[in-house]
Structures are given as structure tokens and as C-alpha cells.
């Protein structure tokens, strides 16, 4: 088959439909291993970018970027008939929830729409985009059959979950393993040669694609769950005066039936806070109510509350109302020593502090500014030079940039969520 031999011989042009945190690195792992990649975004910023070789994504080198795109490798564009050249196309565009917390499906929808218009026989579409289980069966198959492929036969269709882990030092896309579910057993069998060939890492096969979208929601919901836990614990342990943090520690020491899970100030990123929404969603449709997800949704969506009342009672206790402090918020991504914004806690922390008319700033060496999508507003980072005029000091990401024996040394006031001033006790400093 001739798709077989150019996956075998690299000569087979890879397509990416979407160049952010999943699809540039994708891209880049795919041209390093000798395949020449074309990528499709609507964005004007991603596809200039990427053809001036200029990175944006953290878990890309720069360098690497460079490099391939002047080697002609990577190439971006916003026009989907470049798609007709294609021969494997990974579909890694936004899943978000709309604002009743149900999937947004219409960047897939539209990204298949205009892929079915564009591609041609014996090519393999793989969707990348983390979903609800079902929608490779309902929307990428059917989309394609209409026009007269074959499923299987002269047109293959598969899911594969992404599983990247922004800031993650050792496990990149190219050494993660990966689980693919695809329409056909022939699906499954060039997806994995495919993966094969542009992958360090181990192939798990399941045997449909809702298999491999439903096992992505569990990895997902799993964690939300355990943190949630975690959380709730935090709010018990606060109540008794027991240390949470030294509490873990201790649970860690057993070898066998634990795994350690932190509480935080919020869930922040793309997966985490989204993902088990999609199935709380999906399970509706077969009349079932998932009360654990959801409880634990609730749980971790109310934790910047918890962070701002104890605030308040810690500068109670020194005689400051929150209303007439100056507050400092250290670290805006929603995870340490990284840029990404999604999701991130700080968010609904500053419109706690707007609503009780507090004065604050932030700080983020990985984050010069940003917008607030929940109340339309701008912020900019500032410096550190003036720590000593804040009333309070909270440490939402616990950035390995920041100087923490400092930091301790110059606050009047610290609320720790991320137990980053662990080894430093002082008298100024308090956990959540």
C-alpha cells in the first residue's frame, strides 16, 4: 500500500491542523524525525511565526524551530488546500467548554468540515484534540464518508489523545507513550506505524476510538478527583490547626497505596479544570449523574475563596481590613517555571480582590502581562524592588526563578499555597 511505504520511507507529508501547545511541538517532532510537516492554524500570529522560524511555545527549542523551517521541514499556512498534499493530518485544535460548561466541539467541526473539502484518498486523519468519548465516530467519520471515502478501506480515521505536560523536563511529546484508537484494525495499524516512526516512546492500541477519548478524560479526571481531595483536606486541616503539607509528607512515606496529591490555590490549565466537564456532559445522554466529578469540580473551583478568607484573616489578626491592603500576587501561570495562562487561579483571585475593593499588583517573570477574559481587563507584571511596601504577599506559582529566602526576608505577610517556602520558616510566613 502506498500510504505504508512513504510513512516507511518518510516521504510522506505530514499535516497539523493547529499550532499551539500540542500541535507545534507535534509538528517539530514529526520534521525531526525527517518528515516534511505543514501546519494549518487561523491565526496570523502562529503561521507568521512559525515561517519566520520564530518559537512561541515553550516545550519547543528555539533553535530546533529555526533550524527545521530553514531546512525547509515545517512550513505554516492558513489555506486548508495545502491539505490535498498531505498524507497523515493530525487534528490538534481548541476543546473548550462554552459558558454553560458543555464541550464546545466547533473548532473540530469546522477544522473537519474543511478538511473533507481538501483531502484525498488513502490519507490518515488523526484527531489529537482532547474530547468527549464519540466524537470520532460522530463527527470525523461521517464528515468524511459523505464525500465517498472508505473508512478503512481507502481512508483511515483514528484518535489519539495528547498528552503534553507543559514545563515537564522529562517527558516531552517525543518520549511520551502514546494510545491510539483507531476506526478499523487497519486504522489502528498505520496510526501505529506512523507513531512508530516519528516517536521515542512506546504504542498502546485500544480498539475504538471512544476507548482511547474515554481513557484521556480518565487520566484527567483522575487527577481532578485526587486534588480535590487534597483541597478538601486543606479546608479540614485548617479548621483542626493540623499542617496538610506535613501530613502529606508523612502519608508519602508509605511504599504501596498512596500517591501524593497537592492542594493549590485553583486548577489552572487546559486539561484538568475542562475535561471531566466532557464527560459530566456526555454521561447525560445515557440518563446517568456523575456526582464525584462534579462534586470535585466544585470543590477545586472554590479554593481561590479559600485562599482570599484566610487572607483576610491573617491581616485580621494585624489589625489591616483587606479592603485597605496592598496586596502583591507572586506568579500568574497557572503552573511553576512556565508562560501558559490557561485557566490559571489568578484569574478568579483578582476578581475576588476587585469585589473587595483591594489595591494589588502581580508578579511573573514568565508572564510580562496578560488579559483577564472574566473581567475584560489588562494587567502588567511588575518588579520586585518595593516588596516591603505590601501589606500581604501571596504565592500563587511557585516559580523556581523567584529568590524565596528574599522574598521571606522583605514581606511583611506571606500566604504560601504552593509550599514554596518549605526550609525557610519564619514567623511572617503562613501555608494555606
Given at each position: ?19 499551539g501547545y500540542v500541535g507545534l511541538p507535534m509538528a517539530v517532532t514529526a520534521a525531526r524525525k525527517g518528515f516534511k510537516v505543514i501546519g494549518i492554524d487561523v491565526s496570523k500570529y502562529a503561521v507568521n511565526h512559525v515561517n519566520a522560524g520564530d518559537n512561541y511555545i515553550g516545550d519547543v527549542d528555539d533553535d530546533e524551530l529555526k533550524e527545521l523551517v530553514e531546512k525547509g521541514m515545517i512550513r505554516a499556512s492558513f489555506d486548508y488546500s495545502e491539505m490535498k498534499h498531505a498524507d497523515v493530518i493530525m487534528i490538534a485544535v481548541p476543546t473548550p467548554l462554552d459558558k454553560y460548561q458543555q464541550p464546545d466541539s466547533s473548532y473540530v467541526r469546522a477544522s473537519v468540515a474543511s478538511l473533507a473539502e481538501n483531502v484525498s484518498e488513502h490519507t490518515l486523519v488523526i484527531l489529537e484534540s482532547t474530547t468527549y468519548p464519540g466524537t470520532t465516530t460522530e463527527i470525523l467519520a461521517p464528515a468524511f464518508a459523505e464525500k ?285
Amino acid at each position: 500500500m502506498e500510504l505504508i511505504k512513504k510513512i516507511e520511507n518518510k516521504t510522506a507529508i505530514v499535516g497539523v491542523i493547529g499550532l499551539g501547545y500540542v500541535g507545534l511541538p507535534m509538528a517539530v517532532t514529526a520534521a525531526r524525525k525527517g518528515f516534511k510537516v505543514i501546519g494549518i492554524d487561523v491565526s496570523k500570529y502562529a503561521v507568521n511565526h512559525v515561517n519566520a522560524g520564530d518559537n512561541y511555545i515553550g516545550d519547543v527549542d528555539d533553535d530546533e524551530l529555526k533550524e527545521l523551517v530553514e531546512k525547509g521541514m515545517i512550513r505554516a499556512s492558513f489555506d486548508y488546500s495545502e491539505m490535498k498534499h498531505a498524507d497523515v493530518i493530525m487534528i490538534a485544535v481548541p476543546t473548550p467548554l462554552d459558558k454553560y460548561q458543555q464541550p464546545d466541539s466547533s473548532y473540530v467541526r469546522a477544522s473537519v468540515a474543511s478538511l473533507a473539502e481538501n483531502v484525498s484518498e488513502h490519507t490518515l486523519v488523526i484527531l489529537e484534540s482532547t474530547t468527549y468519548p464519540g466524537t470520532t465516530t460522530e463527527i470525523l467519520a461521517p464528515a468524511f464518508a459523505e464525500k465517498g471515502f472508505k473508512i478503512g478501506i481507502n481512508f483511515f480515521v483514528a484518535f489519539s489523545p495528547e498528552r503534553v505536560d507543559p514545563g515537564n523536563k522529562q517527558y516531552k511529546t517525543n518520549n511520551t507513550p502514546k494510545v491510539v484508537g483507531g476506526m478499523t484494525e487497519k486504522c489502528n495499524m498505520i496510526s501505529e506505524l506512523f507513531y512508530k516512526a516519528i516517536l521515542d516512546a512506546p504504542i498502546y492500541l485500544v480498539s475504538s476510538p471512544a476507548v482511547a477519548e474515554m481513557e484521556k478524560i480518565y487520566e484527567n479526571t483522575f487527577r481532578n478527583i485526587n486534588i480535590a481531595l487534597a483541597n478538601e483536606m486543606t479546608i479540614l486541616c485548617e479548621r483542626m490547626n493540623i499542617d496538610i503539607w506535613e501530613v502529606i509528607e508523612a502519608a508519602k512515606t508509605k511504599p504501596y497505596g498512596f500517591m501524593a496529591f497537592y492542594p493549590g490555590p485553583g486548577i489552572g490549565g487546559h486539561c484538568i479544570p475542562l475535561d471531566p466537564f466532557y464527560l459530566t456532559w456526555k454521561a447525560r445522554e445515557y440518563g446517568y449523574h456523575t456526582r464525584l466529578i462534579e462534586l470535585a469540580g466544585e470543590i477545586n473551583n472554590a479554593m481561590p475563596e479559600f485562599v482570599i478568607s484566610k487572607l483576610v484573616k491573617l491581616l485580621n489578626k494585624i489589625g489591616k481590613a483587606l479592603s485597605r491592603s496592598k496586596i502583591l500576587l507572586l506568579g500568574a501561570a497557572y503552573k511553576k517555571d512556565i508562560e501558559d495562562m490557561r485557566e490559571s487561579p489568578i484569574r478568579d483571585l483578582i476578581l475576588i480582590l476587585e469585589k473587595n475593593e483591594a489595591t494589588f499588583d502581580y508578579n511573573d517573570p514568565h508572564v510580562p502581562a496578560f488579559h483577564n477574559e472574566l473581567n475584560d481587563k489588562h494587567y502588567e507584571s511588575v518588579g520586585l524592588e518595593k516588596l516591603e511596601d505590601y501589606d500581604a504577599v501571596i504565592i500563587v506559582t511557585d516559580h523556581s526563578a523567584y529568590d524565596y529566602k528574599d522574598i521571606i526576608k522583605r514581606s511583611k505577610l506571606i500566604l504560601d499555597t504552593r509550599h514554596a517556602c518549605n526550609g525557610h520558616k519564619a514567623e511572617n510566613v503562613f501555608r494555606m
